[in-house]
Structures are given as C-alpha cells and as structure tokens.
C-alpha cells in the first residue's frame, strides 16, 4: 500500500532538487572530524536582532536569547512520549558525543558521525552527511540512505553540514520527529573547535571558514568568537522558526553544561541520569583549565598559610 504523505514529500524533494546548491563534500574531513566514540546565507530580518540580549553568565557578559537553551519547549505531558527518530540538529564539539553516549546507554539505537555502519567490515562505513546528501538528491527525505536508527546525535562531517544545507528537508520530511539543539558557553566551543583535532590541521574553527557552509564566518582575517557565535545565533533563530511553523515536531534545547542536565533528560525520556556525561571533550584543554583552578587553589592555601603564621609570630 502506498503512503500518500510519502509520496508528497517525495515530490517536494523531487520539486527542491535543482534548486539546492550541491555543496562540496570533504573526504579528509569525514576523516578528520569524527568524534565517534566507536569503531546560501539567510538574509530574515531577524537577522539585525541575532544578538538581542536576554540574561547574563557568571562573569556578567550578557548572554543573547539565541544561545540560551529553553527548558519550556516540551510540555510535561510529552515527557517520556517523544516521537523517533531523534535528530540533533546541533554543531560539532556541542555535546553531540555526550547525546551519543546517553541514548546508546539507554538502550536506543544511536549513531554518531556514520551511518550504514557494516559489522562485517570495519573500513564499510558512511559519514551520515554524505548518505543524507544522497537520499535528497534521488527525491527522498533526507534519512532514507542512512539506515534505521532510533537516534542521529552527528549529521555532519565538519565539511557538509546537512543540518545546514537540508534543514527545510529534515523538518518537513518528518512530520512527527523530536529535533535537538545543544547549547555550551560560546568561549569554550570556540576554544574547542580552535584546537580540534588536537594532533591534526586544520583545526576545525579554521576549516569551517574554508569550507562552502552556509552562514559560516567568511575565511579572512583572524578568527574570533563572535563571528562564530553569530552562525550558530543565526542557525539556532532558523530552527526555531521552522519547528514552530510545524506542530507536529518537538525540539527539545540541551544545554550540556548546566549540572541538572542529567535529571532533566531523565525525567523526560526515562533513561537514568547516570547515562548522561560530558563526552569526548579535549583532554590538553581541559588539563591546562585543571592546572590553571589547581594553581589557583594552591596560591590561596599559600595565602591563608602566611596569615596564619603572622598571627602566631603576633
């Protein structure tokens, strides 16, 4: 029996075809970019308001509404009852590891940066942008060609962003599906993706502006983090839009870094809290930020040693 919905949307595909720009696919860039754990521009007026500020992080540096995860978007009476497939609609180095990991964990069929993985053949495996590139370009919702899983939490290869170049594809391709964006503090995604892949070049921040990413910031000049958290201010307003013109899809905000994440996940898809972990995070930064608190509370013990000592000569 046919599913007329199916063939409507594979009309609309069919109809987008010509007009999607095919943008460049980078073999070394699947290479490079993966985090797995295992084997044009939009020109909205709401542009001008991409940085309107909202509400401030510990430093007081003012946080805009774009890159700020909302906790509201789910209504308690879904939670536990989300549609699949899950579909994370997120940048790299944004946690896409941690909701790997989480989903695996709880028992969800997950995949991370590959698709089609084939368990004969450890070297069988397709990076899901380019299976995702392939199923639009022969009329199909974007997942066709990936396989069937429960969970998508990497879309791109660092190279082709489907998230990006096929958004509109993914929402009205799957009327009922749960989409995900993740959310950090913007000066540590820009000092990790400054310095991933940390034995390799380019690092990621400088291979995104060579790339033709829609959006991304332009290659000239030094980079800096507004200009990346621009793109991801201007990506995130464009999702949001599209979801909320659509019903029937749920996005749900995960802001990676705010210590209730875990419970909060827990409450609303019933896989425990002890599942859910920052993954796959840079281990020199993350030395050098030890270091930096380790040498930090070594000077105060110094300090309150000196005073303790004045007081017992007093």
């Not at 201007?234 to 839009?241: A, P, Q, T, Y």
């Amino acid at each position: 029996e046919v599913n007329r919905s199916e063939v409507t949307v594979s009309k609309l595909f069919i109809r987008r075809k010509g007009k999607k720009k095919n943008r460049f696919h980078s073999k070394g860039a699947e290479k490079e970019n993966s985090e797995e754990e295992e084997g044009g521009e939009s020109h909205d007026d709401e542009d001008e308001s991409a940085l309107q500020l909202s509400d401030t992080s510990n430093n007081g540096i003012m946080i805009p509404d774009c890159l700020k995860a909302r906790n509201d978007t789910v209504p308690v009476s879904f939670f536990q009852k989300l549609a699949k497939p899950y579909i994370n609609l997120g940048f790299p180095k944004m946690g896409t590891s941690s909701l790997f990991k989480y989903f695996k964990c709880g028992g969800l069929v997950s995949s991370h940066f590959y698709c089609n993985k084939n368990t004969t053949c450890a070297k069988c495996k397709e990076s899901c942008s380019r299976c995702a590139q392939n199923s639009v370009e022969s009329g199909l919702p974007p997942l066709s060609q990936c396989g069937k899983y429960d969970v998508y939490t990497q879309l791109d290869d660092g190279g082709y962003f489907p998230q990006i170049e096929l958004l509109e594809e993914f929402v009205h391709g799957y009327p009922n599906a749960t989409f995900f964006l993740t959310f950090r503090n913007m000066e540590k995604w820009y000092s990790s993706i400054s310095n991933w892949p940390v034995n390799r070049s380019p690092k990621l921040a400088e291979q995104f502006k060579r790339m033709d990413i829609t959006g991304s910031p332009p290659n000239e000049g030094e980079s800096n983090p507004k200009e990346f958290s621009d793109w991801y201010c201007k990506h995130v307003k464009k999702v949001r839009k599209l979801v909320a013109q659509n019903p029937s899809r749920t996005l749900v905000e995960v802001d990676i870094e705010d210590p209730g994440t875990g419970q909060w996940l827990e409450d609303m898809f019933g896989i425990g809290e002890s599942c859910w972990s920052v993954r796959n995070a840079n281990a020199k930064i993350n030395q050098n930020q030890n270091e930096g608190k380790r040498s930090k509370r070594k000077a105060r013990t110094e300090q309150h040693d000196r005073k303790r000592d004045r007081k017992k000569i007093d």
